[in-house]
C-alpha cells in the first residue's frame, strides 16, 4: 500500500466533483499509477507543492483503480498532470514535471 501525504487528496470518481470541480481554490489533479517510476519521481514535487502552498489544491487520482474515469480525461501517458481553475481545466502536462512547472500552471 502506497503511503500519500494527508494534504495530498486521492480523487476518485465519487469525489471528484467536489473535491476538484467545485474547489474554491486551483487545483492540481494528477493522473498517476503506483507502479510508475515517472509518477514515483514527480511525488516529491507535488508533496512540496501541497506543503508549501496551501492556496492549491494537491489531488491524485490513481489510473489503475479508475481507467474508465481517467480515459475520460484523455489520459493516455503517466504522470499527467491537469490544473483545474473554478471548475475547468485551464493546463495540462505530461510526463515528469519539475515543481516550478506545475505551479505555474495554477498561477
Known amino acids: 500500500m502506497e503511503i500519500v501525504k ?3 487528496i486521492s480523487v476518485t470518481p465519487d ?3 467536489t473535491e ?3 474547489s474554491d481554490r486551483p ?3 494528477t493522473f498517476y499509477a503506483a507502479w510508475d517510476q515517472p509518477c514515483r519521481m514527480q511525488q516529491p514535487a507535488l508533496d512540496s507543492i501541497a506543503d508549501k502552498h496551501p ?3 494537491v489531488c491524485k487520482l490513481d489510473v489503475e483503480e479508475y481507467t474508465a474515469f481517467a480515459q475520460q480525461f484523455g489520459i493516455m501517458m ?3 498532470t491537469i490544473a483545474f481553475k473554478e471548475g ?3 493546463k495540462r502536462a505530461t510526463g515528469l514535471r519539475l515543481e516550478n ?3 505555474n500552471m495554477v498561477n
Request: aromatic residues 4%; proline residues 4%; charged residues 30%.
Open 15 to 17: 469525489n471528484f466533483k
Open 55 to 57: 492556496e492549491i489544491k
Open 88 to 90: 475547468k481545466k485551464v
Open 20 to 22: 476538484v470541480l467545485e
Open 27 to 29: 487545483v492540481l489533479v
Open 101 to 103: 512547472v506545475l505551479l
Open 6 to 8: 494527508e494534504n495530498i
Open 78 to 80: 503517466i504522470p499527467t
